[in-house]
T-cell receptor
């Protein structure tokens, strides 16, 4: 069965610390990969996406993610977090030619202390 | 530039009541989706509509029905609400499968 696993349920960092959120997926074909962010009380917003090409993708607000096909991973990174990065982060996968249906991970809540 | 609009934003129901959640998009997108978000479980697909006139079940369709009224609108109906359906419901849309989905602001539904 297709699935997405996010390693950390809740991460607490101080401002300026580096961030890496893990994401692994299980899918037997070509995939499109996404990271979404949900700020408190808001809807999901796209941080970045990978469809093909360079496996290191850059998104908004200084975030980047690396697709490692051999590890079925798509980890999210940011060199220096800010208090405003406090939010919940979701990794999601859609299979190629699967009608755009997304399978989401459980989410990682990030708390950044000022 | 509304994007995806959901109504209502909040609703409280009693067990057994029925309700329709409305979703409309103004981006001329072909595909629309309904998800529910529960703590620790991420978002799970309830139903989707790949194009006008078609609907298909997602991961958790039991207790729900949908209608793709036209290209713009995709509604989700709870015929007989149960406390297990207390959740935040998100509607999303996308032009084609190689684009990211756009999400509405969500409907927070509580069933007592």
């Amino acid at each position: 069965a297709q699935s997405v696993s996010q390693h950390n349920h809740h991460v607490i960092l101080s401002e300026a610390a580096s961030l890496e959120l893990g994401c692994n997926y299980s899918y037997g074909g070509t995939v499109n990969l996404f990271w979404y962010v949900q700020y408190p009380g808001q809807h999901l917003q796209l941080l970045l996406k990978y469809f093909s090409g360079d496996p290191l993708v850059k998104g908004i607000k200084g975030f980047e993610a690396e697709f490692i096909k051999s590890k079925f991973s798509f980890n999210l990174r940011k060199p220096s977090v800010q208090w405003s990065d406090t939010a919940e982060y979701f990794c999601a996968v859609s299979g190629y030619n699967q009608g755009g249906k997304l399978i989401f991970g459980q989410g990682t809540e990030l708390s950044v202390k000022p | 530039n509304a994007g995806v609009t959901q109504t209502p934003k909040f609703q409280v129901l009693k067990t057994g009541q029925s309700m329709t959640l409305q979703c409309a998009q103004d981006m001329n997108h072909n595909s629309m989706y309904w998800y529910r978000q529960d703590p620790g479980m991420g978002l799970r697909l309830i139903y989707y509509s790949a194009s006008e006139g078609t609907t298909d079940k997602g991961e958790v369709p039991n207790g729900y029905n949908v209608s793709r009224l036209n290209k713009r609108e995709f509604s989700l109906r709870l015929e007989s609400a149960a406390p297990s359906q207390t959740s935040v419901y998100f509607c999303a849309s996308v032009g084609n499968s190689n684009q990211p989905q756009h999400f509405g602001d969500g409907t927070r539904l509580s069933i007592l």
